[in-house]
């Protein structure tokens, strides 16, 4: 029997893994739509800046394939799914399975304005575009202060670049984070000589300039555009699946019978944050083990009950020597409490009486204890209780 597995970075790779780790002694083929597999996080730090060179960062090597028995298609592009026929179309051919995990990932989303000469961030070519015309010095204007923004500006901060950061809504990472982190971090960006700019609206980029509504253009020598992503999944597209800026899983990352998404593909039913879709590397790994486990357990006829993808989401970024950590998940929370020890930061967010997450600065051991903390269930009223240092109001 076969397991096909499409998509090679860290979710892929992980689920090769962990289909070994299950037991699972069949055939694996890995497919992915680039020559290499290797962790993105270095990306927007390490390979910009320098300080991590191509290679240090892969994921698993032809050596390590073989030791896991897994059969690597690559660079190919899967193009299509029949689920009728138990079929993904490849660019070169038809490869067929009996089990199916789906890894995909994510693209970094083109800008709805019209735009030329501009850089995106999601791929090592990418970054390797972006390293260079960085080297080149200049002004650096990055359009979007979410995680990839703002780490693209920290980096061009630590290469010496004069950085503008242009975000249209009221303070940076606000899709995801409450106001109380973003205002910090707006004084982090500013304090280190960045132009932070909120509440602006982009209508386009020509030609090094960006023109704003109702304000003066921009210009600059090296634009950065990091306005969020979005889910690979217009190959899926009349397959059968359901999609939905993502493909849309259970509580077990089940899509269909015996077919499974993970990752930043996976729109699935968290027991505790309800209908999700999250883009961090954690979640890909935790993603990897249940799927895994769910599909062999498929394909085995075992009776045992499938396991829930529930594990606390996690993530983290690094700016400008500052580390920004989080547990859970911010988005509907409508309670919010911030403290303060020194230059470390808590903030925890709740939804009515329940804790839904902890967010720190430069505080790893506290985001380690409030991680334990949601995940036994703590209530909202009794983690403020218990929070360290003064009550803070971020301005």
């Given amino acids: 029997m076969r397991i096909v597995v499409v998509g ?39 390979v910009l800046v320098g300080s991590a060179e191509v290679g240090e960062f892969e994921l698993v090597d032809a050596g390590a394939l073989a030791e896991l028995r897994v059969a690597r298609h690559a660079p190919v592009r899967a193009e299509s799914l029949d689920l009728a026929r138990g079929v993904v179309e490849l660019e070169r051919g038809g490869l067929a399975f009996d089990g199916l995990i789906l890894a995909t990932g994510a693209h970094a989303r083109p800008p709805s304005f019209p735009a030329n000469g501009i850089h995106l961030l999601r791929t090592l070519d990418d970054a390797v575009r972006l390293r260079e015309a960085l080297q080149r010095g200049g002004h650096v204007v990055v359009v979007g202060a979410g995680f990839i923004g703002l780490e693209v500006a920290s980096s061009a901060r630590q290469l010496g670049l004069d950085v503008t950061v242009l975000e249209y809504g009221p303070q940076p990472m606000a899709r995801v984070l409450p106001a109380e982190v973003g205002q910090l971090f707006t004084r982090l960006h500013t304090a280190a000589g960045s132009d932070v700019r909120c509440g602006v609206q982009v209508v386009g980029i020509e030609d090094g300039t960006v023109h704003l509504a109702g304000d003066e253009p921009v210009t600059g020598d090296v634009i950065v555009v990091g306005i969020g992503a979005s889910p690979n999944d217009g190959w899926l597209t009349g397959s059968g699946l359901d999609i939905a800026d993502g493909v849309v899983c259970d509580e077990t990352l089940r899509a269909a019978p015996c077919v499974y998404a993970v990752g930043d593909l996976a729109r699935w039913v968290h027991p505790r944050y309800g209908p999700v879709r999250m883009e961090h590397w954690t979640g890909a790994q935790d993603h990897a083990r249940v799927a895994a486990a769910n599909l062999v357990a498929e394909l085995s006829g075992s009776a045992e009950t499938a396991q829930v993808a529930d594990a606390i989401p996690y993530f983290w970024s690094d700016q400008l020597g500052v580390k920004l950590q989080m547990a859970g998940w911010t988005p509907g929370c409508d309670v919010v409490h911030a403290s303060q020890e020194g230059r470390r930061h808590l903030i925890l967010t709740g939804r009515g009486e329940r804790l839904m997450a902890a967010i720190t600065i430069d505080w790893p051991r506290e985001l380690a204890l409030h991680r334990r903390k949601l995940a036994s269930g703590l209530d909202f009223a009794t983690a403020v209780a218990e929070a360290p240092g003064e009550r803070a109001k971020v301005a």
């Fill in 8 to 46: 090679a970075s860290v979710a892929g790779v992980a689920a090769c893994r962990a289909l070994r780790r299950t037991g699972w002694t069949g055939e694996i083929v890995l497919v992915g739509d680039e020559s290499s597999c290797y962790d993105r996080p270095p990306l927007s730090k390490g």
